[in-house]
T-cell receptor
Framework: AQSVTQLDSQVPVFEEAPVELRCNYS??????LFWYVQYPNQGLQLLLK??????LVESINGFEAEFNKSQTSFHLRKPSVHISDTAEYFC???????????FGKGTRLSVIA | GAGVSQSPSNKVTEKGKDVELRCDPI?????LYWYRQSLGQGLEFLIY????????KSGLPSDRFSAERTGGSVSTLTIQRTQQEDSAVYLC???????????FGPGTRLTVL
């Protein structure tokens, strides 16, 4: 069985400050790892994913995440946040393509001006 | 192109009534997933369809929940004899065959009074 733990339910941060949203997973098999973002009153959108290869993955809007197998973590980081990054962020794991995802409970990021 | 669409966007029903929620996946996506997003529980997998294979129903919380997919495209999630604990946002996602990225619809917010 797989599980995902997002250690922080809410993270307030000032604009232009760095942020890290933590995600740990548990799985007995190799997994794919994802971060999805849900902006207010919108659906889930894929932010970035790790399938294999380089352990550092990046999104088009400045977020990055690093897969750490020994620590079973996939933390999301951004060096300087914007007001527009205010959203809920979900970490998820999947066994392979086309399998249901197991999600964490989400982290609400609030960027303060 | 068109994304995943769901209808209705909001549904308010009385306890004990049956409801049907509809999902139109992206054209060409043979995999279709239903998830439930509720307060305190995060996102939970409900059911998964892949092409003509038997669906994976392992996430359905009770026998009051069922889903079907007609013609390999549109899917309907049916909840019979609704209970207040069924109140949640029901999300549908679809993906290409054996692809890792799931595309989510905007969801149906179900409120059971």
């Amino acid at each position: 069985a797989q599980s995902v733990t997002q250690l922080d339910s809410q993270v307030p941060v000032f604009e232009e400050a760095p942020v890290e949203l933590r995600c740990n997973y548990s799985s007995s098999v190799s997994v794919y790892l994802f971060w999805y973002v849900q902006y207010p009153n919108q659906g889930l959108q894929l932010l970035l994913k790790y399938l294999s290869g380089s352990t550092l993955v990046e999104s088009i809007n400045g977020f990055e995440a690093e897969f750490n197998k020994s620590q079973t973590s996939f933390h999301l980081r951004k060096p300087s946040v914007h007001i527009s990054d205010t959203a809920e962020y979900f970490c998820a794991v999947g066994r392979s393509g086309n399998t249901p995802l197991v999600f964490g409970k989400g982290t609400r990021l609030s960027v303060i001006a | 192109g068109a994304g995943v669409s769901q209808s209705p966007s909001n549904k308010v029903t009385e306890k004990g009534k049956d409801v049907e929620l509809r999902c139109d996946p992206i054209s060409g996506h043979t995999a279709l997933y239903w998830y439930r997003q509720s307060l305190g529980q995060g996102l939970e997998f409900l059911i998964y369809f892949q092409g003509n294979s038997a669906p994976d129903k392992s996430g359905l919380p009770s026998d009051r929940f069922s889903a079907e997919r007609t013609g390999g495209s549109v899917s309907t999630l049916t909840i019979q004899r609704t209970q207040q604990e069924d109140s949640a946002v029901y999300l549908c996602a679809s993906s290409f065959p054996y692809a890792d990225t799931q595309y989510f619809g905007p969801g149906t917010r179900l409120t059971v009074l």
